[in-house]
């Protein structure tokens, strides 16, 4: 049997591709704080030293991409059902909390080896420096990037799998888009059953 993993912006050709190639492939869709991804682009278009990112690629760029990146995973649940979706928060992924990394292999059919137990240690050991970093944003900035999660296509979605796996009242500054991870492992089969992901990864709702 082979496993095959890869890292991949949600772009839903890619996604479709994916889906007609592997066999039953498995994806676990990773969020992360609009806030905090737009600061992330922000920083980076204003910087002129790196060459690989351009200066219109800026906070606005981030609010579009997060409302690709769900309008691409919520089409995702509902032509592969949950079973075979995990929905994972950033904030949880790099909190060295070791149970979440488990929790991903489980849902693939793995199991998290010593190896992988250090590797996870080692890429999460400065999570509180990460937590800490300022956000490089302007508070018009910041007032623009939330004006357009409040146009989100969540408000309009007919997925309530999605919607209860992001939101809530008090989770506006927490959520944006990240990449997609697939692995194949089965042959192909019926379809799943609705969302039935892993406890710690999908059902709890992102706090501020």
Known sequence: MEYIGDKIMPDQPVIQA???????????????????????YAARA??????NWPATR??????????????????????VGGNDVCIVKYKRLFNRDIRVCEVMFRFLGLRASPSVRRTYAART????????????LSS???????????????R??????????????????????AP??????????PRPRRLAAPDCCSRERPRT
């Open 125 to 136: 050991a400065d999570c509180d420096q990460r937590r800490s970093k300022p956000l490089q």
């Open 140 to 154: 018009s900035e910041i007032e623009l990037v939330l004006r357009g999660l409040d146009r989100s296509p969540l």
């Open 18 to 40: 994916i889906e007609g190639c592997l066999p039953s492939p498995k994806f676990i869709f990773i969020y992360r704080g609009l806030l905090h991804v737009a600061s992330s």
């Open 180 to 189: 997609m991870w697939a692995a194949s492992t089965r042959p192909r089969g």
């Open 46 to 51: 204003r910087n002129p030293d790196d060459p």
């Open 58 to 79: 800026n906070h606005k760029v981030a609010v579009e991409r997060w409302r690709a990146a769900f309008s691409t995973a919520d089409g995702l649940i509902g032509r």
């Open 156 to 177: 309009a979605t007919t997925r309530p799998s999605l919607i209860r796996a992001v939101t809530s009242s008090s989770a506006r500054s927490w959520m944006a888009a």
